[in-house]
T-cell receptor, first 109, second 114 residues
């Protein structure tokens, strides 16, 4: 069964706007990771946040983690058409990782 | 700099046929994984290998077998293909499975079972 559940399932925005995707999970985690998947390609790792971290930045990406609410969010600022992809959260336990069903992001030029 | 290479990229099988999906990584990673991706389901782990010589079942292992041939290569075998195994299969690798680290994915094998 999936561990993380992303919300929304699909998101459509204009270029230059910010995109926020959320992930909720059910059990305790070691870390939480976000991945991007372009159509017809494999997943590409974006960012990892450990269970004792609350916020992390990487370029235009900002990830937050609230372990008390078992939730995480991914913010992409100043989006570009090239950001169009599916985004997945993955919750990592001691020796496994579970992926959510993903958010499909469309950025219109 | 190939990363994770999967072959073949596409395959069509008839029910009952067998085949082996190949995966190789050139990053000297210890751990390797096989996932399947179905529409609306995200990725589900079939089998993983924490290190050379070991393999373990994941969430959906039924109907599959794996072989960790050496540190670089991890193959997935369907002994008797069924239509329910129509999916996109991804191989991934990472430094180690404990304290999970980022995984590096191949571009997938698109498998159709008729």
């Amino acid at each position: 069964s999936q561990q993380g559940e992303e919300d929304p399932q699909a998101l459509s925005i204009q270029e230059g706007e910010n995109a926020t995707m959320n992930c909720s999970y059910k059990t305790s985690i070691n870390n939480l990771q976000w991945y991007r998947q372009n159509s017809g390609r494999g997943l590409v790792h974006l960012i990892l946040i450990r269970s004792n971290e609350r916020e992390k930045h990487s370029g235009r990406l900002r990830v937050t983690l609230d372990t008390s609410k078992k939730s995480s969010s991914l913010l992409i600022t100043a989006s570009r058409a090239a950001d169009t992809a599916s985004y997945f959260c993955a919750t990592a336990g001691f020796n496994d990782m579970r992926f959510g069903a993903g958010t499909r992001l469309t950025v219109k030029p | 700099n190939a990363g994770v290479t999967q072959t073949p990229k596409f395959q069509v099988l008839k029910t009952g046929q067998s085949m082996t999906l190949q995966c190789a990584q050139d990053m000297n990673h210890n751990s390797m994984y096989w996932y399947r991706q179905d529409p609306g389901m995200g990725l589900r782990l079939i089998y993983y290998s924490a290190s050379e010589g070991t393999t373990d079942k994941g969430e959906v292992p039924n109907g599959y077998n794996v072989s960790r041939l050496n540190k670089r290569e991890f193959s997935l075998r369907l002994e008797s293909a069924a239509p329910s195994q129509t999916s996109v299969y991804f191989c991934a690798s990472s430094g180690r499975v404990s304290q999970p680290q980022p995984q590096h994915f191949g571009d997938g094998t698109r498998l159709s079972i008729l």
